[in-house]
């Protein structure tokens, strides 16, 4: 293997050579002992906070302004080397053999507890890492990212479709981009590409969620080593320590106490003294991947360390088809500012007072311990300048932290750190991106110059075929006839879209025992503006042939002020409404269930009307939503008794809601006039601009409504008079290493019901059917459509609770899936019917597709019945009671 790498090596550094005449710095080879190529070996220079990443060959190059450097090679396992180099006006050749990091076990004074050293370090590690999250308040940098992948296998099934779109077994393909990057705390990014290239499809640009992967917080629910709650799900082992520039550096084990897809495993590096990270190499095992994540720190700023190069490694396999997709982010040119809001005097005295926990002495060198910490004067005497500072100093100070202190130093750090921020501004300005005019039409020769970690000859080979950098891929085009019988989008001129969704689509077709075989045609037309101002008019158009009925509906939609959130919308027409128009049964479950199980849940009648509606942002956080309807409103009769599942001898309903006690009540016709004002609050609730658009995003707060009904009597002939409150309260929120916890809570109440129609009962949300669509959390699962629909007063209540190890995941071969589990509990009060309630258990995303959950509901405190379904969320869900 190693003499067929050899003439590949060979090529590479001829061809950074010849690079010479255009610039100079430093290239060359770096290897083991063996001769081996260090793939993905750091280059560094801390003079100048620059640097770069060898490539999976060991090949390095760095550019560099005539000057004398020391340079730093660094990776984990082998010893940091050092070496002055001077730069002239040409490339200089330094291949560099690294030696394997010798690991010592320090001589320790073993603890009372009599536990591994490794606690002692990571408590004080993990008590630090609040400072060291909150260390810096904006840095800017340069980013060189690189994403190459193959797939290592092909189903056979699969490899014709896959080698039509272009894609081969063991042929790479490979994303590059070089950005600026500006982050500004606590979650600003602005990023500017300045060239990107790819040969494949992709072209992800942004290379933000991999430099800013911090091992000092969770990242998308996995738990850091360095998380306050880190000593519940791991443990920890010291497996040796080495000096490096006088330093000493742990090497720690983490071990995983349970299985699960949120743990990593692998090993962390920790400065002795600062107690921040100097390196990092874990593992994450999930059920259909695993990822390798290699993180190298320098010094980028007086006591700053962060990480300057990143690796990142994805094995994936489902369904026979295996792929392997490499990440690797090279960050430099840092420039940094200092948190003003943090002490970081205080911190530095802290830290050099610090006691050292092991005094290790190497068998080969006799090296002096040198502090890491900042030079600062008058330190050592000066007293904390607060309380919080004061209990920070003694608990550091202690000699043998317990847990509870760890996590108390951890929260008081996290309070100092954040004591002086100022209040975050609602708009979050998280990602920012601007692509230069020519980022995208760079030539091999800008590449060649810039590219600062050198390609394999595999990846080289990738961008071959590409006729030159700058041919973008054409998307292939679907024919006239295909485009007229499935539909689509067009776009008939700049900023107008067109959609139709063609003559033989799902979409098109639908049945029901009122309508029978119902074919209708959806037509839009929509426009933006260049200020965000969007319209849209839309026309749906049908015919029943059961009742040889036309059915047509139009909806015209302004929105005119996007950051208000500002819209009007008119809509009328004639359509089979059902009666349940807010929390109905899907038409296509209903279709599914009346033609396989002679099941007809959805009731209609019939309506002329025409409806207009206006929503805005008052401010933020409070939304004031008016609506007004005006609708003929007539009684409709099944006209068709076909079903696939004749044969098995059952008949259709009556087309009557089965509201207890009205059962046989055929709504009389009559004309109705209602309004509708709605007011909902949310405290605090964050955005985001995207264009001139707002968008909301979360709140730690609930959002608090209140809704009025009325039906007026006498204008335009309406039939119709009553009143109708409604109050409720809603929320979702997490708690760490708890779960997710969301509730709903509507209590409302009728009022002048005399002339109150079966339309404007409060219906619930609730199933009677085999399949069901959707995901909403405020359903009763046991309960009949319009069993428990009312015209009086009502409460419901519902709670869901979500998280990843509840019962079943703890079982082993469970424990790496996806899957998450879940409780919920609802409850409805009403005074026609007895108090109902409902408790359930289930598990989500099972084989990333399937959900299922078990419930039981409860009238009047005696069981109801119990009912277990599976559900697919792309189809419906399918429900076997018991």
């Given at each position: 293997?190693?003499?067929?790498?050899?003439?590949?090596?060979?090529?590479?550094?001829?061809?950074?050579?010849?690079?010479?005449?255009?610039?100079?710095?430093?290239?060359?080879?770096?290897?083991?002992?063996?001769?081996?190529?260090?793939?993905?070996?750091?280059?560094?220079?801390?003079?100048?906070?620059?640097?770069?990443?060898?490539?999976?060959?060991?090949?390095?190059?760095?550019?560099?302004?005539?000057?004398?450097?020391?340079?730093?090679?660094?990776?984990?396992?082998?010893?940091?080397?050092?070496?002055?180099?001077?730069?002239?006006?040409?490339?200089?050749?330094?291949?560099?053999?690294?030696?394997?990091?010798?690991?010592?076990?320090?001589?320790?004074?073993?603890?009372?507890?009599?536990?591994?050293?490794?606690?002692?370090?990571?408590?004080?590690?993990?008590?630090?890492?609040?400072?060291?999250?909150?260390?810096?308040?904006?840095?800017?940098?340069?980013?060189?990212?690189?994403?190459?992948?193959v797939l290592t296998k092909i189903p056979a099934l699969l490899r014709r479709q896959f080698e039509r779109e272009g894609v081969e077994q063991d042929r790479y393909f490979v994303t590059e981009t070089i950005s600026e990057v500006q982050y500004a705390m606590p979650d600003q990014v602005q990023t500017r590409v300045i060239s990107t290239r790819s040969s494949g499809d992709d072209n992800q640009t942004s290379p933000m969620m991999f430099i800013t992967m911090s091992l000092y917080q969770d990242i998308n629910g996995i738990i850091s080593p360095l998380s306050r709650n880190a000593f519940q799900v791991y443990r920890f082992q010291l497996?040796?320590?080495?000096?490096?520039?006088?330093?000493?550096?742990?090497?720690?084990?983490?071990?995983?106490?349970?299985?699960?897809?949120?743990?990593?495993?692998?090993?962390?590096?920790?400065?002795?003294?600062?107690?921040?990270?100097?390196?990092?190499?874990?593992?994450?095992?999930?059920?259909?991947?695993?990822?390798?994540?290699?993180?190298?720190?320098?010094?980028?700023?007086?006591?700053?360390?962060?990480?300057?190069?990143?690796?990142?490694?994805?094995?994936?396999?489902?369904?026979?088809?295996?792929?392997?997709?490499?990440?690797?982010?090279?960050?430099?040119?840092?420039?940094?500012?200092?948190?003003?809001?943090?002490?970081?005097?205080?911190?530095?005295?802290?830290?050099?007072?610090?006691?050292?926990?092991?005094?290790?002495?190497?068998?080969?060198?006799?090296?002096?311990?040198?502090?890491?910490?900042?030079?600062?004067?008058?330190?050592?005497?000066?007293?904390?300048?607060?309380?919080?500072?004061?209990?920070?100093?003694?608990?550091?100070?202690?000699?043998?932290?317990?847990?509870?202190?760890?996590?108390?130093?951890?929260?008081?750090?996290?309070?100092?750190?954040?004591?002086?921020?100022?209040?975050?501004?609602?708009?979050?300005?998280?990602?920012?991106?601007?692509?230069?005019?020519?980022?995208?039409?760079?030539?091999?020769?800008?590449?060649?110059?810039?590219?600062?970690?050198?390609?394999?000859?595999?990846?080289?080979?990738?961008?071959?075929?590409?006729?030159?950098?700058?041919?973008?891929?054409?998307?292939?085009?679907?024919?006239?006839?295909?485009?007229?019988?499935?539909?689509?989008?067009?776009?008939?001129?700049?900023?107008?879209?067109?959609?139709?969704?063609?003559?033989?689509?799902?979409?098109?077709?639908?049945?029901?025992?009122?309508?029978?075989?119902?074919?209708?045609?959806?037509?839009?037309?929509?426009?933006?503006?260049?200020?965000?101002?969007?319209?849209?008019?839309?026309?749906?158009?049908?015919?029943?042939?059961?009742?040889?009925?036309?059915?047509?509906?139009?909806?015209?939609?302004?929105?005119?002020?996007?950051?208000?959130?500002?819209?009007?919308?008119?809509?009328?027409?004639?359509?089979?409404?059902?009666?349940?128009?807010?929390?109905?049964?899907?038409?296509?479950?209903?279709?599914?269930?009346?033609?396989?199980?002679?099941?007809?849940?959805?009731?209609?009648?019939?309506?002329?009307?025409?409806?207009?509606?206006?929503?805005?942002?008052?401010?933020?956080?409070?939304?004031?939503?008016?609506?007004?309807?005006?609708?003929?409103?007539?009684?409709?009769?099944?006209?068709?008794?076909?079903?696939?599942?004749?044969?098995?001898?059952?008949?259709?309903?009556?087309?009557?809601?089965?509201?207890?006690?009205?059962?046989?009540?055929?709504?009389?016709?009559?004309?109705?006039?209602?309004?509708?004002?709605?007011?909902?609050?949310?405290?605090?609730?964050?955005?985001?601009?995207?264009?001139?658009?707002?968008?909301?995003?979360?709140?730690?707060?609930?959002?608090?409504?209140?809704?009025?009904?009325?039906?007026?009597?006498?204008?335009?002939?309406?039939?119709?008079?009553?009143?109708?409150?409604?109050?409720?309260?809603?929320?979702?929120?997490?708690?760490?290493?708890?779960?997710?916890?969301?509730?709903?809570?509507?209590?409302?109440?009728?009022?002048?019901?005399?002339?109150?129609?079966?339309?404007?009962?409060?219906?619930?949300?609730?199933?009677?059917?085999?399949?069901?669509?959707?995901?909403?959390?405020?359903?009763?699962?046991?309960?009949?459509?319009?069993?428990?629909?009312?015209?009086?007063?009502?409460?419901?209540?519902?709670?869901?609770?979500?998280?990843?190890?509840?019962?079943?995941?703890?079982?082993?071969?469970?424990?790496?899936?996806?899957?998450?589990?879940?409780?919920?509990?609802?409850?409805?009060?009403?005074?026609?019917?007895?108090?109902?309630?409902?408790?359930?258990?289930?598990?989500?995303?099972?084989?990333?597709?399937?959900?299922?959950?078990?419930?039981?509901?409860?009238?009047?405190?005696?069981?109801?019945?119990?009912?277990?379904?599976?559900?697919?969320?792309?189809?419906?869900?399918?429900?076997?009671?018991?």
């Amino acid at each position: 293997m190693n003499c067929i790498r050899k003439p590949f090596i060979s090529i590479f550094l001829f061809l950074s050579l010849s690079l010479s005449a255009i610039g100079q710095g430093l290239m060359g080879h770096i290897t083991n002992s063996d001769g081996q190529g260090i793939s993905y070996a750091a280059v560094f220079v801390p003079s100048i906070h620059q640097g770069t990443t060898a490539n999976e060959e060991g090949i390095y190059r760095l550019e560099l302004e005539p000057g004398i450097y020391e340079i730093r090679f660094q990776y984990l396992g082998y010893k940091t080397q050092v070496h002055t180099v001077n730069i002239e006006n040409d490339y200089v050749s330094l291949d560099v053999i690294m030696e394997d990091q010798q690991y010592a076990l320090p001589e320790v004074v073993v603890t009372a507890s009599g536990e591994d050293p490794a606690y002692y370090i990571m408590r004080r590690a993990i008590g630090m890492s609040q400072y060291y999250l909150n260390q810096v308040s904006e840095y800017n940098c340069r980013v060189y990212l690189k994403g190459s992948g193959v797939l290592t296998k092909i189903p056979a099934l699969l490899r014709r479709q896959f080698e039509r779109e272009g894609v081969e077994q063991d042929r790479y393909f490979v994303t590059e981009t070089i950005s600026e990057v500006q982050y500004a705390m606590p979650d600003q990014v602005q990023t500017r590409v300045i060239s990107t290239r790819s040969s494949g499809d992709d072209n992800q640009t942004s290379p933000m969620m991999f430099i800013t992967m911090s091992l000092y917080q969770d990242i998308n629910g996995i738990i850091s080593p360095l998380s306050r709650n880190a000593f519940q799900v791991y443990r920890f082992q010291l497996e040796g320590s080495f000096m490096e520039n006088g330093t000493q550096v742990n090497k720690i084990k983490v071990i995983p106490r349970r299985a699960g897809h949120d743990l990593y495993s692998g090993h962390i590096f920790i400065k002795d003294g600062t107690w921040s990270l100097h390196s990092v190499d874990l593992q994450i095992e999930q059920s259909l991947f695993t990822a390798g994540i290699r993180q190298v720190y320098n010094p980028v700023a007086d006591g700053v360390w962060m990480p300057v190069s990143h690796n990142y490694h994805f094995r994936v396999g489902i369904m026979g088809l295996e792929l392997e997709y490499k990440y690797l982010a090279t960050v430099s040119d840092y420039e940094i500012t200092l948190n003003p809001n943090v002490d970081h005097e205080f911190y530095n005295q802290v830290m050099a007072g610090s006691t050292d926990a092991f005094l290790l002495q190497l068998r080969d060198a006799e090296l002096d311990r040198k502090s890491d910490v900042p030079e600062i004067g008058l330190r050592e005497q000066t007293r904390p300048q607060s309380r919080r500072q004061q209990q920070i100093s003694e608990l550091m100070a202690t000699e043998d932290l317990n847990n509870r202190e760890m996590r108390r130093l951890n929260r008081l750090i996290r309070r100092e750190a954040r004591a002086n921020e100022p209040r975050r501004p609602l708009e979050v300005r998280n990602l920012s991106m601007e692509m230069d005019d020519s980022a995208r039409v760079r030539t091999s020769t800008y590449w060649a110059e810039n590219r600062p970690v050198p390609l394999t000859p595999q990846e080289m080979e990738s961008f071959t075929e590409l006729p030159q950098d700058t041919v973008e891929k054409e998307t292939p085009r679907r024919g006239p006839l295909r485009k007229v019988l499935t539909g689509g989008t067009h776009s008939p001129a700049e900023k107008w879209t067109f959609r139709y969704n063609g003559l033989v689509s799902l979409s098109s077709f639908d049945f029901n025992t009122v309508d029978g075989l119902k074919y209708s045609k959806t037509l839009s037309l929509g426009h933006s503006g260049a200020s965000g101002r969007q319209f849209t008019i839309a026309n749906t158009s049908g015919y029943a042939f059961a009742r040889e009925r036309f059915l047509t509906r139009f909806d015209l939609n302004y929105a005119y002020h996007p950051f208000r959130r500002a819209s009007f919308n008119l809509e009328g027409g004639r359509r089979s409404q059902d009666f349940d128009a807010n929390h109905g049964i899907h038409p296509t479950v209903n279709a599914i269930s009346s033609l396989f199980f002679q099941n007809n849940f959805l009731k209609l009648y019939e309506k002329d009307y025409v409806r207009i509606l206006h929503r805005f942002d008052v401010v933020n956080g409070l939304v004031l939503t008016t609506a007004a309807e005006y609708a003929q409103r007539r009684p409709l009769e099944n006209h068709t008794d076909f079903s696939i599942a004749g044969w098995m001898g059952g008949e259709y309903t009556p087309n009557i809601p089965a509201i207890p006690g009205l059962e046989t009540l055929i709504m009389p016709v009559h004309n109705a006039f209602v309004i509708d004002a709605k007011l909902s609050y949310t405290h605090r609730h964050y955005y985001m601009r995207i264009g001139e658009r707002k968008v909301m995003l979360s709140s730690r707060w609930p959002t608090v409504s209140l809704a009025y009904r009325e039906g007026i009597e006498g204008i335009l002939n309406s039939d119709t008079r009553f009143r109708q409150f409604e109050a409720s309260v809603n929320q979702s929120l997490s708690v760490k290493m708890v779960g997710e916890f969301s509730y709903r809570i509507n209590v409302g109440r009728f009022f002048n019901t005399d002339k109150l129609f079966t339309p404007d009962f409060r219906h619930f949300s609730s199933n009677s059917t085999w399949f069901m669509s959707g995901t909403e959390t405020d359903r009763f699962r046991t309960l009949n459509h319009y069993e428990y629909s009312t015209g009086t007063e009502y409460l419901s209540a519902h709670l869901n609770y979500e998280h990843g190890r509840i019962l079943l995941k703890r079982l082993p071969f469970l424990a790496r899936t996806l899957s998450r589990e879940k409780l919920f509990f609802s409850a409805l009060s009403i005074p026609e019917d007895d108090f109902y309630f409902e408790i359930g258990y289930g598990m989500n995303q099972i084989f990333l597709l399937i959900n299922a959950e078990i419930v039981s509901g409860f009238k009047g405190g005696k069981h109801h019945y119990t009912g277990f379904r599976i559900s697919v969320p792309l189809g419906g869900e399918a429900s076997v009671r018991l």
